[in-house]
């Protein structure tokens, strides 16, 4: 049997007429940029975020830029993020101008540590941005509690995470904002790159939406010099269509978790702890596994392919030299980097499919 690790073209076969419809649509309007399938998707995506607004943008990682420089963060200022996230968490920080602080992530759950942050803070902070790494939402209440009592903002970085919820409600607008990448495989993905920006936060979002549009507030009426940053309007024609099925899209990622957590449950690998304040949407299924290279090679042998998020922190990677950190800073962050192996879990896999790859581990690893 052969497993790949996503299958975005059996994603787009289960879409392809409603897709294909979706963009002659906007080619028979030729209305482009920032036309009424852009402004109708922002409001879908809203309420299905359970916010008030939301703002497209070209990626997500332009989402989290925007909403720093947005907040006025940038030269001087500095932003508390985790050790253990892509790079584009950080670099976002970076670009504003300001400074990403690290902290170690939780043992159990992958994500940002609360307890870690407020060593963290400096006369300087200016931000959290937690990250619901792999789909499951970071601890946010003690986040928040933090951020209040310091006068903090705190931008969630969801990139990973459509449709999750923290105690019931759906990340994203739970704190100033919430980042979206619609990235292609990510749990809601376009054809080409895309992201947005929710909040409940009207001023926000109308800054935002100059932010991504040269500063312009009206036509030709620059308040502020920024760039073009904006979600395509054939992308969000073809994201109104796939939001439709996000819910079941994510079910089905549970379900294929549930058969790993099962068959797994006696094994001598590390299965993902769910938080009781989350309910998890699977971006990543993560197992640690004691020799993970070996692992991935007899998987590989065996027809399954599998991924690493993230084989090397933040603070070791050549592009943060210039941060100062050194081996040995976030130990939980460098152990898990060294010993966690991503399985694949994608929306169209099959319970056949599922059932093999976790034998297999099983087989494997005993
Ligand atoms: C994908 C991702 C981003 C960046 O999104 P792009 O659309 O690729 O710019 C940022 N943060 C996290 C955690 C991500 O997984």
Redesign the pocket.
């Known amino acids: 049997m052969q497993v790949p690790f996503v299958d975005l073209r059996a994603q787009h076969a289960s879409v392809k007429d409603e897709v294909e419809s979706a963009i002659s649509g906007v080619m028979e309007q030729a209305a482009f940029i920032l036309g009424p399938e852009v402004a109708e998707f922002e409001k879908e995506y809203a309420e299905y975020c359970e916010a008030e607004y939301a703002v497209g943008t070209d990626?997500?990682?332009?989402?989290?830029e925007l909403t720093l420089r947005t907040l006025g963060i940038g030269e001087g200022d500095e932003v508390i993020t985790v050790a253990n996230?892509?790079?584009?968490?950080a670099s976002?920080i970076s670009f504003t101008g300001a400074r990403p602080v690290l902290v170690d992530i939780d043992p159990e759950t992958y994500n940002i540590d609360p307890a870690a942050i407020e060593a963290a803070i400096t006369p300087r902070t200016k931000a959290i941005m937690p990250?619901?790494?792999y789909g499951q939402p970071a601890d946010l209440d003690p986040i928040l509690e933090i951020a209040n009592r310091h006068g903090l903002a705190v931008i969630e970085?969801?990139?990973?995470a459509h449709g999750a919820r923290y105690k019931g409600k759906r990340v994203g607008a739970l704190a100033a904002a919430g980042?979206?990448?619609?990235?292609p495989a990510?749990n809601l993905g376009a054809y080409g790159?895309?992201?947005i920006v929710v909040t409940n936060d009207g001023e926000l979002a109308e800054k935002l939406r100059m932010f991504r549009n040269y500063g312009q507030r009206e036509k030709y009426n620059h308040i502020f010099l920024a760039f073009n940053r904006r979600l395509d309007s054939i992308q969000a024609a073809i994201l109104r269509v796939k939001l439709r099925r996000l819910d079941q899209w994510n079910e089905n990622r549970r379900r294929v978790a549930s058969i790993y957590d099962r068959i797994l449950a006696d094994s001598s690998v590390i299965c993902p702890k769910v938080a009781d304040y989350s309910e998890h949407v699977y971006?990543q299924y993560i197992i640690r596994a004691e020799n993970r290279d070996t692992l991935r090679e007899q998987l590989d042998k065996r027809g399954v392919a599998t991924g690493l998020?993230y084989p090397v922190p933040i603070h070791l990677q050549p592009a943060y030299e210039s941060l100062g950190y050194n081996e040995g800073d976030f130990p939980v962050s460098e152990k898990i980097a060294g010993e966690m192996v991503s399985l694949p879990v994608f929306p169209e896999m099959t319970e056949e499919r599922a059932n093999y790859v976790a034998s297999q581990i099983l087989e494997l690893t005993g």
Do not use: E, M, R
Not at 85 to 89: G, L, M, N, S, V
Not at 157 to 160: E, T
């Open positions: 990626s997500g990682i332009s989402a989290l996230t892509f790079i584009a968490t976002s990250v619901h790494l970085d969801a990139c990973q980042c979206f990448s619609f990235f990510k790159d895309g992201g971006h998020h």
